[in-house]
């Protein structure tokens, strides 16, 4: 009897151990994962340089219209709301909303830039708008603040960003895509536009900047894309 | 132990000496791996070219590799498998490199064009019927350090393609070498089909000759 006992207890603990073991080698691929991605962002910082610009592409590879894909996670286009503006704020001397004209009356810059994304395609186009450098100029951004926060009205999306990607001399708030104003396919009325980063990066439908000590995340990188996303 | 060594090689080692052995085993699930988990990361564009300019001649615009062949589930597990996997296969394949030429191996199994081109001629020949019998080998054939040559450059091809792929702005002289970022993506796919095509072809010659395969186990005797 109590033989049998043993036997049992030694099978039950053999059992036991045994799916303890699977569950544990079940988690080690994503253990293996978060290791490798923390060691993949690692490098991705360590290798991006500030003052790297991005070659502007030739005109003659500029993407047709309407070969250039969009899109937004709200079941229809989103329209920016009436008397809209753009709130600044976070850790900075001066919070201001700003108008579009506003904003348009700041420093233009113009860049044509190859687009990439993460599902692998490129597209090329030229967009206007303000460097989030004069921006953050403008508003007294604190040095404290190693982050940016950017929100958006589609539906809430948004994503933020490291401020030495998000102060990158060819990070810009897009108000105009291949010389026209920004189509609402695009993010109209403004965009964040930027080589140094993948597409979902670059947050349309703008309606807030936040300067902020911490990252906060954002809409695919909280479902498991990658956080930093340089290129 | 005397280690003498003769043109063909270092004498008094083993057909496949244990590091060679090992690296060759890691390798097969970690390119299994990268090529599922890279299959995936191309379901998400299945196309060649930028948008709006497709490559007109990739017969296969807009059709997906089939789902046996795609490993990580979605676009962003796929991704992060990629990323991961690739260092262990770039540390695998620099442990083995830096094996081979520290202790001369590379002598009997890379293709010298001097050496080995007669005898890579002479075993098409062979293998075409044209030659009744192949010729004489001492460790591996001319054909057969040819294949293993060009698959180890696909490897390098695959790694820095890849890198161009990844980081087209930060390393934008390497993307610039394969004719830009969608030249390097064309790079890389054709990087893999031309190693799937070197893995079967070495299987069903492994299968022909199953002594290289027990080798490959075991190590082989010492010659």
């Known amino acids: ?231 | 132990m005397v280690s003498t060594t003769t043109a063909d090689g270092p004498k008094g080692r083993q057909a496949q000496p244990l590091l060679i052995r090992l690296a060759h085993w890691v390798n097969v699930p970690l390119l299994v791996l990268m090529a599922g988990s890279g299959l995936q990361i191309f379901v998400a564009y299945p196309m060649l070219g930028p948008r709006g300019a497709l490559y007109p001649w990739y017969p296969l615009q807009g059709s997906p590799p089939p789902t046996w062949l795609r490993f990580g589930g979605w676009l962003a597990g796929a991704r992060h498998w990629h990323f991961a996997l690739a260092w262990l296969l770039i540390v695998n394949a620099g442990v083995y490199l830096v094996y081979l030429f520290v202790r001369g191996e590379w002598r009997r199994r890379f293709f010298l064009p001097r050496r080995d081109l007669k005898n890579a001629v002479a075993m098409v020949a062979y293998y075409l019927r044209i030659h009744r019998t192949p010729p004489p080998t001492e460790f591996y054939n001319g054909l057969q350090r040819l294949a293993y040559t060009v698959a180890i450059l696909l490897g390098l091809i695959e790694v820095l393609s890849g890198l161009a792929i990844y980081k087209p702005l930060q390393l934008h002289w390497l993307t610039s070498i394969f004719g830009g970022y969608d030249g390097a993506r064309t790079v890389h796919l054709l990087g893999l089909v031309l190693l799937a095509l070197f893995t079967a072809n070495h299987l069903v010659l492994v299968a022909l000759h199953p002594r290289t395969f027990i080798d490959m186990l075991t190590g082989g005797k010492r010659e």
């Not at chain 1, 993949?40 to 500030?50: K, T, Y």
């Not at chain 1, 700041?106 to 687009?115: A, E, G, K, S, V």
């Open chain 1, 1 to 231: 009897m109590s033989d049998l006992v043993t036997r049992r207890t030694i099978l039950k603990a053999a059992v036991a151990g045994a799916a303890l073991a699977a569950s544990g080698a079940l988690g080690v691929p994503s253990r293996f994962l978060r290791a490798m991605g923390a060691w993949n962002q690692g490098i991705d910082r360590l290798i991006f340089a500030p003052d790297r610009m991005a070659p502007e592409p030739s005109l003659a590879e500029v993407t047709p219209d309407g070969d250039f894909p969009s899109y937004f996670i709200s079941s229809t286009m989103p329209f920016p709301p009436a008397n809209w503006m753009l709130k600044v704020g976070g850790l900075v001397a001066h919070p201001t909303a700003f108008s579009l004209e506003e904003l348009q009356r700041m420093p233009r810059t113009d860049m044509r830039l190859r687009h990439h994304c993460v599902e692998g395609w490129s597209a090329v186009a030229s967009w206007h708008g303000v460097r989030m450098r004069e921006l953050a100029n403008v508003v007294g951004a604190d040095r404290r603040a190693r982050y940016v926060e950017f929100r958006s009205f589609d539906n809430g999306y948004w994503s933020s960003w490291d401020g030495e990607s998000a102060l990158h001399n060819q990070t810009i708030l897009a108000y105009g895509m291949n010389g026209d104003p920004l189509y609402p396919d695009h993010g109209a009325p403004l965009r964040l536009y930027s080589p140094v980063k993948l597409g979902y990066k670059m947050v349309k439908y703008l309606t807030e900047v936040n300067f902020l000590p911490d990252p906060t995340g954002g809409y695919w990188e909280n479902q498991g894309y990658e956080w930093f996303a340089g290129l």
